[in-house]
């Protein structure tokens, strides 16, 4: 490991993101800030009596994971609360300074989940069905936490195209003994009729709380205002995009048409361009309620909640002094 060359478990977990095989805004947060520690360890032997080496390491490390995924905020909210809690003289106080700070993120995220799980699961009637769209561990707390209270909830679930990441939503929630009814995404305004909420999770959420998730999540909300079914977000704060408070946009990531459409298939359609948004955004007037852990709130005072977390706006701790 060179000055600014990243640990090579940084370098994993990176890829892991960027390859979908870590993903979801609260695991993808998870993974960064545990790839920030093991960063931390071995910069503390390449760097030992260099705390400016250290540093710059851990910014460099930091930008690595950054450029991953560029919709989900969780990802520089989790490098910002790492990075602006790495402080001492010595390489060995800013090394115990970063571990600690990574232990502990990761602990506030699992209890966030659990508390945000119990605000969504009030929501939630005994014997109502729930439609979901693409996989959220946040939305499952709410299902999950609504059934360990007692109450009998079923599941609509869309399939959710192109990574179908449905299927992942459909067995976790079987598995917790939730009758699941699995469909495909041009089904669902038909059984929209048949449940009571839409339940979805964010990547990210802008400071005029639109909603930024997983792409056909805005067709689906303005299709379940519609039919009059109420739809709700859940969202643990650390998908609160401080950057949007100064008027920065959301970048929604294009992503490989490799997920939309085969080899074969693209041969035998011939030239014709494909695109793969990952996400889009949901208005705040197509969305009933945001549930957080510190309680649910319309989108529209979502900003009150922002400021109170993040003050004015967004620092950026990864970029060279
Ligand atoms: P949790 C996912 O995106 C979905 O859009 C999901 O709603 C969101 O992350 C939040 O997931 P992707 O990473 O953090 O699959 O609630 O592209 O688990």
Redesign the pocket.
């Known amino acids: 490991m060179t000055d600014t060359e990243p640990a090579a478990a940084v370098r994993e977990t990176a890829d892991s993101i960027a390859t979908?095989e870590v993903?979801?805004?609260?695991?993808?947060a998870s993974a960064a800030a545990e790839a920030l520690a093991e960063q931390a360890r071995e910069a503390a032997s390449a760097h030992a009596d260099d705390p400016p080496a250290f540093r710059a390491s851990m910014r460099a490390a930091s930008r690595t994971l950054r450029e991953t995924r560029p919709t989900?905020v969780?990802l520089p909210n989790a490098l910002r609360y790492v990075l602006q809690r790495m402080e001492g003289d010595s390489v060995e106080a800013l090394r115990r300074s970063v571990v600690d700070a990574s232990e502990a993120f990761v602990r506030q995220l699992d209890r966030a989940q659990e508390d945000l799980g119990r605000v969504g699961a009030n929501r939630l009637a005994d014997g109502d069905t729930v439609m979901t769209h693409?996989?959220?561990?946040?939305?499952l707390a709410c299902i999950e936490a609504a059934v360990e209270q007692g109450k009998s909830i079923s599941a609509v679930v869309k399939e959710t195209r192109p990574r179908q990441?449905g299927h992942l939503t459909a067995e976790q929630l079987r598995d917790a003994g939730v009758p699941v009814t699995l469909i495909v995404d041009s089904a669902a305004r038909r059984y929209l009729d048949e449940v009571d909420h839409v339940l979805?999770?964010?990547?990210s959420i802008a400071a005029d709380g639109g909603v930024i998730?997983?792409i056909g999540t805005s067709g689906l909300a303005v299709n379940a205002r519609e039919r009059g079914v109420p739809i709700m977000t859940?969202a643990q704060t650390i998908k609160l995009h401080p950057e949007t408070l100064t008027g920065h946009t959301v970048e929604i990531e294009m992503r490989s048409e490799s997920e939309v459409i085969d080899a074969d298939a693209r041969e035998a359609i011939g030239e014709v361009a494909v695109e793969n948004p990952?996400?889009d955004v949901t208005p705040p007037r197509y969305m009933d309620a945001i549930v957080t852990e510190q309680g649910q709130f319309p989108p529209e005072s979502i900003v009150t909640l922002m400021r109170e977390l993040f003050g004015e706006g967004a620092e950026k701790p990864w970029a060279e002094p």
């Open positions: 979908m993903r979801g805004a609260a695991t993808i989900a969780s693409c996989h959220s561990t946040d939305a990441q979805v999770g964010a990547d998730n997983k859940a990952a996400f």
